[in-house]
Structures are given as C-alpha cells and as structure tokens.
C-alpha cells in the first residue's frame, strides 16, 4: 500500500487568488495524478503529474488555471489558480500502486470552498 | 470510449444484511481493471476491491466481493453482514489506459439497525 498525505486538509479562499496544494508520498512513483470532486458529483481527472516531464491534461483543463510540480517520485503540487466560486471542490491526488494485486490509493482530499 | 454506469443513487440495507451495488462497464479494450471505492462523509475515498480482466476468479476482501460477469460487463460490488459504519458512497471506476481512472455517478449507501 502506500501512505500519501495532502495539505492544507481544507481552506476557505477569495474568488481571484490562487491556492497550492501539496500531496506527499511515503514510496518513489512513476505517475500521480490529481482529481476533482465538485460538490455532489463524481470524481474528473484533472491531469497525470510525470516527474521530469510537463503534466499531461485531460479536455476541459489547461496548465494557465491548474499548473502543476512534479519535482521528484515522491511529491507533486497542483495549484488552483485565479480562484472563482465554481472552483470549489474537493481536490484529490492518487497514485497506483502495482504488486500482486492493481491498487490505486488516494490521498485525504483538500476540501476547497471559494468565496 | 469507456464508460461506467452505476444505476442506483442509493441504496438501504438493514444491519447484518448483505447488500449488492451495481455497476456496468463499456470498453473496447481487453485489458481493463475494475475498482471500487468508499467515500464517507469525510471525503476520503478509501480502495476497497481490484478485479482484473483476465482475473478468473473473483476478487474477495475481507467483507467485500466483487461480482465479475465479463460477458455481461457488470463488476458489482457485495457487501456481506452490513455495519452502521458501511454507510458511505461508493464508486465503481474503471482503469483506462495508463492506470488513470474513470468513475461513476456513485451509489449512497445507508445502512439502518
């Protein structure tokens, strides 16, 4: 298994400022990537954080808005930028994890309210 | 392009009864895998089950088994001797390509004593 923590666990932002979160992993691993969960709704990916390389993102998500760090195996950061109220979410970081069985494990969550 | 369908928005049990979440799949690729999730209120989303698709038998964890019919494609999720705590969403995912996932629309689950 692996044990991926995120910070700040929750934050309350003003519409306009920009907010970076952290997802810290206790092993070294090749991808990460990094989800939203908007109020009510499913989970979307956002984009693949590679180390060495630019993030990969899905349709609908640009690196101006969601930029993202991938410095080593271990760490990766996603920032929200420009904040507006349609931001608010819960922002997940994930990695899989491949052994005997396939598992991808996620981290706490950051729950994001925009004002 | 792959999509996963979970039909029921909630679901009730009663404590110590078993309870079924449905779940099906579309995808043209032979190799795929299967995942269930538990999300409590916290929003945590906590890994529960993996079925592979050339799996041949299905998976188990514990209290949680995964119902594997290919030919149908449906992955549903049993949960045996429900538990008050068992009261959560649930989401089934499908693994595309390179281990990213995609989800569905989720299951709340209430279990009553």
């Known amino acids: 298994s692996a044990v991926i923590s995120q910070k700040p666990s929750r934050d309350i932002c003003q519409r306009g400022t920009s907010l970076t979160i952290q997802c810290q992993v206790d092993s070294q691993v090749t991808m990460m990537f990094w989800y939203r969960q908007q109020p009510g709704q499913s989970l979307t990916l956002i984009a693949t954080?590679?180390?060495?390389?630019?993030?990969?993102?899905e349709s609908g998500f640009v690196i101006d808005k969601f930029p993202i760090s991938r410095p080593n195996l271990t760490f990766s950061t996603l920032t929200v930028s420009n904040m507006s109220p349609e931001d608010s979410s819960i922002y997940l970081c994930?990695?899989?994890?491949?052994?005997?069985?396939?598992?991808?494990?996620f981290g706490p969550g950051t729950r994001l309210t925009v004002l | 392009a792959q999509k996963i369908t979970q039909t029921q928005p909630g679901m009730f049990v009663q404590e110590k009864e078993a309870v079924t979440l449905d779940c099906t799949y579309d995808t043209s690729d032979p190799s795929y895998g299967l995942f269930w999730y538990k999300q409590p209120s916290s929003g945590e989303m906590i890994f529960l089950i993996y079925q592979g698709s050339y799996d041949q038998q299905n998976a188990t964890e514990g209290r949680y088994s995964l119902n594997f019919q290919k030919a149908r494609k449906s992955a549903n999720l049993v949960i045996s001797a429900s538990q008050l705590g068992d009261s959560a969403m649930y989401f089934c995912a499908m693994r595309e390509g390179i281990d990213k996932l995609i989800f569905g629309t989720g299951t709340r689950l209430q279990v009553f004593p």
């Open positions: 954080a590679n180390q060495g390389s630019e993030a990969t993102y």
């Open positions: 994930s990695v899989p994890i491949r052994g005997l069985s396939d598992e991808q494990f």
